[in-house]
């Protein structure tokens, strides 16, 4: 079963203008992992956060992540056409096994 | 691209039949876990393979299995096969038992397709 819910499913916008995806999730987390999909093919780690992070940056990302409202956000700037590709949030508990636990995804389209 | 290799790419199998898949993890790592991506989904766990033995499973039945080999490479196999197994299957190596405390490296996938 999935974690829980992105938002939003689907997002379009011009290049060079600001992405912003958020995640929530159920249960207590290790941490949390954003990954980026192209055309339904693997799956790339973009960043990590920690549960004792609040915010995390990583070139043109930033990751914020709030466990008190069990909810994080991805934060693109600047983004570019090759920036289309679907992005999923994954989190981690060691004590259920440590696998990830996706969302659904958002559907990030950068027109040029 | 990492260094985690899948094959086959693409795979058209006949409902009832069986199909195993194959992955090549990265090198030094010794957990491969396994995940299924259904069409406009996140991927779903399978299971999870550490120094050759299962180590966690998901909600999936008994048809599936699994198994790692010494050189951590590991393969997924599939029973009596259904039209809803039809997905896109995901291997992800990382280091250690217990978890993914860094990040895991997920190869291109295998698309599985049963009619």
């Known amino acids: 079963s999935q974690q829980g819910e992105e938002d939003p499913q689907a997002l379009s916008i011009q290049e060079g203008e600001n992405a912003t995806m958020n995640c929530s999730y159920k249960t207590s987390i290790n941490n949390l992992q954003w990954y980026r999909q192209n055309s339904g093919r693997g799956l790339v780690h973009l960043i990590l956060?920690?549960?004792?992070?609040r915010e995390k940056h990583s070139g043109r990302l930033r990751v914020t992540l709030d466990t008190s409202k069990k909810s994080s956000s991805l934060l693109i700037t600047a983004s570019r056409a090759a920036d289309t590709a679907s992005y999923f949030c994954a989190t981690v508990n060691y004590n259920q096994g440590g696998k990830l636990i996706f969302g659904q995804g958002t559907e990030l389209s950068v027109k040029p | 691209e990492t260094g985690v290799t899948q094959s086959p790419t693409h795979l058209i199998k006949t409902r009832g039949q069986q199909v195993t898949l194959r992955c090549s993890s990265q090198s030094g790592h010794n957990t491969v876990s396994w995940y299924q991506q259904a069409l406009g989904q996140g991927p779903q766990f399978i299971f999870q393979?550490?120094?050759?033995?299962?180590?966690g499973r998901g909600n999936f039945p008994p048809r599936f299995s699994g198994l790692q080999f010494p050189n951590y490479s590991s393969e997924l196999n599939v029973n009596a096969l259904e039209l809803d197994d039809s997905a896109l299957y995901l291997c992800?190596?990382?280091?250690?038992?217990?978890?993914?405390?860094?990040?895991?490296?997920f190869g291109q996938g295998t698309r599985l397709t049963v009619v």
């Open positions: 992800a190596s990382s280091v250690g038992q217990g978890g993914v405390s860094t990040e895991a490296f």
């Open positions: 393979y550490y120094r050759e033995e299962e180590n």
């Open positions: 956060i920690r549960s004792n992070e």
